[in-house]
């Protein structure tokens, strides 16, 4: 179940820009709201943890942070009484000996602890495989540093807006990088025990996203040049704080609790976030482990294989994809409900009553990345903090009896989504968990008059449909709607004589495809990547997109890409 709040959805396309949190700024919460839960969990998956070094290593950190220790005094007690450490040690000092209020969060100057730490911690970047998840968040801090450098080139300067802009159209790119650690890194830390980063870096995440928000909406309206400056030196000196949090502690700590075959099951789910700044190959399909015997069916992945894990748990998996399960309404074999769940119109989701979420189908239409990572994970933390307080509102007056349904919709120039949470009820009305669905309505809001023809993709007449039963008030309406869609609506034929218009890096995607309709589709047959265009995400963007970004972000380079065009349209 992904946000529930509008404000949150939003956030996921980019269509509300929200003002700057001035407010604190929490790298490390005082708070853990089941101090014991997590104890033994994350300490199973870490090497021996000596709990009396990290008693004293809180001391002795707390003791220097509040000016009771000197550096010298508190660095002499370390060397006495901890000793040599690593970065989980002090992730487990987070999760498992700081408590207080969960309202309570504090900043915390990691480089006041990075001095404190010095000669007693190794800090280097560990050495990892290039197509290591973790590789990719290293190289995407890396180009952020470089923009960041850039930024405090420009700043210096009387402002040049087009300059900023340019900056921008990559410095935008990087909340793709906390879309992919909230949904698929923070995920499997939840498990292991180590949900500190759901519950503190997660705000933090947002704000480093809000203000590169900010900044695009200060640069394309009329505030004073000194209030954009004054951002600047904010994200600056936030972002940097952040990536030092994520590469001194979030990252080791990581690798030493997650398995290399876990990161291996990440990469699916990172390629369908996305990466920022850098085009990262899919990884290659994995090598089944055993092979069936002759003439048996081949082992199911994805839905098919989790369902049928289930039903065999029940005793009616014998019979394998193919044996008939009774529906409430008929008789459906596991493969025919996977695919009927593929290719249903809307996106769903389920948390059940415990409230983990327990399944969403994994459709090519799906309107928000969903990642493997998510099943089985508390549906609080799916959410960013500001949007809990919604999430548990709703379950909880769905658990009452109280409310049923809850409505939302996401209503921009050119995007209608809504979003609808209903109860799920037993027989005998007890609550059983959350339906979730959500759908594209972009098109069905756009629909006028009536269509009682079959019309296929551009306009072409079919054979005419039985009558309405009120046919004659639909008759009243004038004639039969038969026009295309609304991504149809506008477009010149496409014709020869058009093939030799100039094709540019500043030349918009909305132009070509209006003027030649077959081009998206023959560009996602040939670069996987533009199948987004079709998302309602994509025909947002389309507003926007040009050939040269599209290339940038594409990894294609900008002739290669304009090439393409060029041949798609012989």
């Known amino acids: 179940m992904r946000g529930p709040e509008v404000l949150a959805l939003i956030n ?12 604190r700024n929490p790298y490390l919460c005082t708070q853990n709201p089941n101090p014991t839960d997590m104890t033994n969990s994350m300490k199973d998956h870490l090497p021996q943890i000596e709990m009396a070094k990290m008693e004293a290593l809180y001391q002795i950190e707390a003791q220097y942070e509040s000016g009771r220790l000197t550096l010298e005094e508190a660095r002499r007690q370390l060397a006495a009484r901890v000793g040599r450490l690593r970065p989980y040690h002090l992730a487990y000092m987070e999760q498992n000996l700081k408590s207080g209020d969960a309202d309570e969060c504090i900043r915390v100057d990691m480089r006041k602890t990075m001095l404190l730490l010095d000669g007693f911690m190794d800090n280097s970047r ?28 420009l700043v210096q300067y009387p402002m040049i807006k087009n300059q900023w802009l340019e900056l921008y159209d990559r410095l935008k790119l990087y909340p793709i990088h906390y879309a992919r650690k909230q949904n698929q890194l923070y995920p499997l830390l939840e498990h292991k025990g180590f949900d500190r980063p759901t519950t503190t870096m997660w705000n933090f995440d947002d704000i480093v996203r809000d203000e590169i928000r900010r900044s695009q909406q200060l640069l394309a309206g009329d505030t004073p040049e000194e209030d954009f400056i004054a951002l600047q030196q904010e994200l600056v000196a936030h972002c940097r704080d952040l990536m030092e ?18 990161f291996d099951d990440m990469k699916s789910g990172d390629q369908e976030i996305g990466f920022a700044f850098i085009t990262v190959a899919p990884a290659p399909a994995a090598t089944p482990s055993t092979t069936p015997a002759d003439g048996a069916a081949p082992a199911p992945d994805g839905l098919a294989r989790d369902l049928q894990a289930l039903l065999g748990k029940y005793g009616y998996a014998a019979g394998g994809d193919t044996q008939l399960l009774d529906v409430a309404t008929g008789k459906l074999s596991l493969e025919q409900v996977n695919l009927i769940y593929q290719h249903l119109p809307v996106d769903i989701s389920f948390v059940d009553e415990n409230e983990l979420v327990k399944f969403y189908s994994d459709t090519d239409h799906r309107i928000f990345p969903r990642s493997r990572n998510v099943i089985g994970r508390k549906v609080e933390n799916c ?10 509102e709703i379950v909880a007056k769905f658990r009452s009896g109280e409310q049923d349904k809850a409505e939302f919709w996401i209503n921009k120039p050119g995007l209608f989504i809504y979003i609808v949470y209903v109860a799920v009820r037993d027989k005998e009305g007890r609550f059983r968990g959350v339906l979730e669905m959500m759908q594209d309505c972009t098109r069905i809001r756009e629909m006028q008059g009536s269509q009682t023809l079959l019309t296929w993709g551009h306009g072409e007449a079919g054979t005419a449909a039985d009558p309405a039963p009120a046919a004659a008030d639909t008759a009243a309406s004038g004639p039969a709607d038969t026009a295309s869609g609304p991504e149809d609506a506008g477009t010149c034929p496409e014709d020869t004589a058009g093939n030799d218009m100039e094709i540019t890096g500043s030349t918009r995607l909305k132009t070509l495809f209006g003027r030649y309709p077959n081009l998206k589709k023959n560009l996602v047959a040939a670069v996987p990547q533009f199948k987004m265009l079709d998302s309602p995400l994509g025909k947002l963007m389309l507003q926007r997109v040009t050939v040269g970004m599209a290339a940038e972000r594409s990894g294609l380079g900008e002739d290669k890409l304009i090439e393409l065009i060029r041949e798609s349209l012989r």
């Open 383 to 392: 959410h960013p903090r500001k949007s809990v307080h919604v999430v548990k």
């Open 245 to 262: 949090k994520e590469e001194t502690i979030l990252y080791p700590t990581a690798l030493a609790l997650i398995t290399p075959a876990e």
């Open 12 to 23: 996921h396309v980019g269509a509300q820009l929200l003002p700057v949190r001035k407010a």
């Open 126 to 153: 560990p050495e990892l495989p290039a197509d290591h998840p973790l590789t990719h968040y290293y190289s995407e801090n890396e180009e952020m540093r470089r923009l960041l450098l850039a930024v405090e080139d």
